[in-house]
């Protein structure tokens, strides 16, 4: 016979209260407010801030769950919010935490064992996500959980208004595996804002918070009889939501990191990582220096530029912006994104090599040690250096020489030969510890790269080497970058500036040839995408191989750096420093500068400017154009020519290429006949002798070699032996035709 209750509603209330009260009360006055849940909520990413706080990118930084952002009842569509109260809790708005008439049904059911709803509110539920010690166990929760738990749903509803409960609900509830919160479902799932889910939508979510680990069947049966209590009297299409909840159930759109700035945001976690706790939780957002409007569009252009490319086999690219002022980092592309097979490579950080962009400081270098002068004549011509592992012969990106010319069309023109020479004069581990100062981050020694450093044989990052222009920006100041905004100091008082890594004489040298658009006609044209309508200095550059071209350069208030090439290391195809890199450059300095001026910097103390005129050249006309020149006071003068007796040129004849003691060897698969050794020489009305007998005139002679060791000597126009090399043959020779001159 079925039992009776007799207790009226209201007693049956009180008694339950009363009791559950003295059970539970530790657990349900340890509730937290609605501010102070919604302050501890912790989304299981980081978003990456600009420097105005718009969302740059969202970084996965707690891989144990997926937690959207908090979002706000009103940002919750009607349909969810109707489909989770008929889903969960109908009388929502009418029960005071607990709803005793679902209680009292469930209660029956269980005692007859007849199938009834669980009685379990919103606010029940939220309890017990709130609370660890009221949180559902794998076997269900226990009597003293469940009392518990009414006990705290009461009070919540006391503390809370019904639309705080129902929001921190939203937020807090899993839906499917690692899914947490209305937000993180929508975007995984929908792939949109939970502001925009529609009836059907709404309805496969609220049948996930019954069965979130169900068989796509089941949610979807659930979720059609949510959609018919929703829409009653509609008619409700079950099959095609069985279709519809099998596709979206499998979906994982919300990906771990989205944004426009995936390797700046690593790189700024990271960098906050190893500057705190590495078990510290991750911060919700952070603010970083890039500037968005900025990020958008030097993606926009690298990657625009990429697809132009890539019939010239490059895939990847990296843009970096400084500001030369501060240091702090206003863009950060990292790689091309989905035109890449190496999204995740950093082509910001990665170490590649720089190519011609390591001229710019060497010959800032050389200035500074008063070696040469931005008129000083540097031989461009055949050279062959002597060094431990052999011949070192560099030649020019045309495979043409253009005899002297002065250091400052050498630079501008990015003329190898000449560059190579002036590293002569600094030497390579000289320069080495000059780089290693500017914060390029060279693993070997001079010694080890030799001359080839000249020609950037080292690797360096896109970074490093755009904050070295930096510093040639900041008249030879160095400064770290940042990539988060620093704290403002203190005192008003201005802070003591560093003394200058480099020569500020010579680094606006550098900066007024990088800046001349006519000393680097030679290599470039008039009409080169490297001028600007406004006042820039750049350097472009390309490594062995065409595996790297880069193009960087300053303005008055930044510093813009390219990198364009393959992650691979694979070689393109037919790029030069004018159609990788540099059309890039120039549209985000366009960019910057379309509303802000860039001038000239002005000229610090210890500068000359002067008049200067060249001598003349083989063809009897001046070797360059008349000029005004800037120098370091004291190496002025007014006449630069082969005669001068300067260090760029011999005041008498002498022998360039080959070595003194230079050995060679014949190539066995090749015909004697047909091999032969360059010589070269300075001076005029020269003539050369073998082995004591007349062999040509002129400057350049070809040799057929002859096993043996040969003595060559250089004969001015008097007769007298100027100067002479002993090289050896090595290899089979043959039988010299009648009348060949050995």
Known sequence: MPLAFSFSSTARHTLAVVLLTAAAAPSAWALASFEEVKRDFRS????????????LQRVRTDPTVRRGQWTALADVSPALRA??????????????????RAASAAAWGNLWNTRTRGASTITMQLAGLLDDDLRRAAGGRSFTQKIGQTVAATQLERRWRKDQILEAYLNTVPFRGEIVGIDALSRTLFSKAPSGLDAREAAVAAALVRAPNARPALVAQRACEVLRVMEPGAKTDCEALDMFTSAVVQRRAFEPNEGIAPHAARRVLRELRDAGNDKATAPTSVRTTLRAPLQRYALDSLQRHLRELRDR??????????????????????????????????????????????????????????????????????????????????????RRFKGPVSARTALAASLNVPA??????????????ELRAAGLPLRESGDYYGYSLALGSAEVSLLSLANAYRMMANGGRFGATTLTPRPAPATKAKPVEAAP?????????????????NARTRTFGLDSILSTRFWTAVKTGTSKDMRDNWAVGWSQRYTVGVWVGNASGASMWDVSGTSGAAPVWAEVMRFLHAREPSRAPAPPAGLVEARVSFGPGADGSPLEAARSEWFLQGTEQPLFALDTGMASDAASARITAPADGTILALDPDIPPQRQRVRFESEGRGVQWRIDGKFHARGNSAQWLPWPGRHLI?????????????????????VVAAKGTRR
Request: aromatic share 6%.
């Open 713 to 733: 000597e250089l004969v001015d126009a008097s007769g007298k032996v100027v100067d002479q090399r002993r090289v050896e043959v090595r290899g089979a020779g």
């Open 313 to 398: 086999h490059v895939e990847d690219g990296a843009l970096v912006v400084l500001d030369n002022a501060s240091g702090e980092v206003l863009a950060w592309v990292g790689s091309s994104g989905p035109l890449s097979q190496a999204a995740e490579v950093d082509g910001v950080t990665a170490l590649r090599q720089p190519g011609s962009t390591l001229k710019p400081l060497l010959y800032a270098q050389a200035l500074a040690e008063k070696r040469i002068t931005a008129a000083s004549l540097i031989e461009d011509s055949s050279a062959q250096i002597s060094t431990a592992s052999g011949l070192y012969i560099p030649q020019n990106y045309d």
């Open 420 to 433: 190579v020479r002036t590293l002569v004069m600094v030497s390579p581990e000289a320069f080495a510890r």
């Open 44 to 55: 299981s990413e980081t978003a990456v801030l600009d420097r105005q706080g718009e969302l």
């Open 83 to 100: 489909a989770m109260v008929l889903s969960e809790d109908k009388r929502f708005y009418e029960h005071s935490g607990v709803d005793w």
């Open 501 to 517: 890594l480099l020569d500020p004489r010579a680094a606006f040298i550098v900066s007024d040839i990088l800046s001349d658009p």
